[in-house]
């Protein structure tokens, strides 16, 4: 559970190094858009609630199929492939973004690796 909590500080100190980050919040925001139009379409096409229809778009663009997912519909069918395509590139992009910034070192690792570049000696 230790390690959980310490997972969840990254993750949360990751979020706000990203949300200086301009292109990160572009990102997030393509993402949010992608997600939004993936669960009103399902809403609509597949008569899901909204929640269900959130949860399937997210997963769909994870690359995770939920059991007993099934898609009633040609149309909700050819749709989910367009998205897969358009959107997993955005999530991916995304998720490489949020890792970069949760792994970026410390102000202290940074001072460090700046103090022992040989670089700068005279």
């Known amino acids: 559970m230790v390690s959980f909590g310490f997972a969840l500080v990254r993750l949360l100190k990751g979020l706000i190094r ?3 980050d301009p292109d990160f919040r572009a990102l997030l925001f393509v993402l949010a858009l992608v997600l939004l ?3 009103l379409f399902y809403h609509q096409a597949e008569g899901w609630s909204w929640v269900d229809s959130l949860y399937r ?12 997912f099934v898609l009633t519909s040609d149309m909700a069918k050819l749709f989910t492939v367009v998205y897969v395509i358009a959107g997993l590139g955005v999530m991916i ?5 949020l890792g970069r910034h949760i792994a970026q070192p410390s ?3 940074k001072y460090l690796s ?3 570049d040989p670089s700068d000696e005279g």
């Open 18 to 20: 990203g949300f200086r």
């Open 37 to 39: 139009g993936g669960t």
């Open 57 to 68: 778009s997210t997963m769909i663009l994870a690359t995770i199929t939920p059991e007993g």
């Open 93 to 97: 992009s995304f998720a490489v973004t």
């Open 107 to 109: 102000a202290i690792r």
């Open 114 to 116: 700046e103090k022992m």
